[in-house]
């Protein structure tokens, strides 16, 4: 039977060492509940990051993946697939585009995002334009492309050279947005709400500019939903709470509750430039992956919890406001849309991230000052009471605060 010292020492034997992992060792989950080795109990305001929004196991998604895999797992993407259709038109019931691409995963649909708006410049418009713009502290995966893409240096360094055809402009600032303009340009990239960035929302104002850019240049707007999409931020996707018309979106995380399961979801001009053989993938919307997808978007709707992801993170807003008024020194801002939630600190926050992880509460410290809250759509007010007195809590013990 293993234990966590020695899941710790294997870990560290065996695995690449690309992960500082958290000191707990999850040995199974269900609902908004980690157990560990000793069968502790943890309370996830993380969800996988923003991955098992239904929670852990839920059970109508479990049987879900039972039955299809007892009736068919894979046969390729050489075949016709009721699963897959299924679940692209339920997909495109939710949002203004026409066409889904699926793959198994947020970098591997933000790399089918950035060879479809090459190719829609190339083959469709005729035109020699592929530069894609993206925004500082956005966060786009970690293939060579989405790296490239990504507006972090930390994570580029030692990959050169980077595939090239992509400049980052700074976030919310609108003149450096003109000027990053050229007749290379083929897109814009953003995400409404950086997650990895440290739950930064877009501000009205930029996002109309952009827009704005795009309509006056021609330029493709590329929305990566992949952290915000599926109801996280009390939309569908968190372009709609914005007069906004991407041609492409991306999404991937909580698609399947915890399954791998990625798509580009695009305009019906755009999706023509993916032609038979220009893009594939061997496992992207396997049927097992398409069915638990379905699973998750049929409860989704019926148990409307879009729109309880908006109403219980208003009042999650409000609580967590309510800390920073205790701790106006220690709490720089509260912020958030639905249920993705940030709470900047005034100063490095590993020890209380790691306080709180003692007193049971499962989320992530992002950007050294941010907890970020991903919690399952699911979850109550009172969860969230109950954190946030525990923070208050340890907000008040002065040694926990000094970074
Ligand atoms: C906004 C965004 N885009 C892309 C990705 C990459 O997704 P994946 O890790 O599934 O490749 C992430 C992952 O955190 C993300 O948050």
Known sequence: MPDKSSLQEKTAKYLCSTYVRYPLAV????????YDFDGREYLDLLSGISVCNLGHSHPEVVLA????AQKLIHVSNLFYQEEQVALAEKLISTCSLDRVF???????????AIKLCRRYMQKIKKQNRFEIITLTGSFHGRTLATLSATGQDKIKQGFDPLPQGFKTTPFNDEKALDKVISQDTAAIMVEIIQGEGGVKILS???LKKIVHVC???DLLLIVDEIQTGMGRTGKYWAHQHYDLCPDIITSAKAMANGLPMGAVISLEKVAQAFDAGSHGTTFGGSPLACAAAIKVLEIMERDQLVQ???QVGQEALEIFEGVRKKHPEKIVEVRGMGLMLGIELAFAGNKIWKALLEKGYVLNLTQDTVLRLLPPLVISRDHIEGFAMTLEILLRDSELCQG
């Open 102 to 112: 699926f793959c198994n995963s947020g970098a591997e649909a933000n790399e089918g």
């Open 204 to 206: 009205p104002g930029f």
């Open 27 to 34: 040995k199974s989950a269900n609902g908004f509940s980690l």
């Open 65 to 68: 993946i039972t039955r299809q």
């Open 308 to 310: 309880r992801a908006w």
């Open 215 to 217: 309509r006056r240049h």
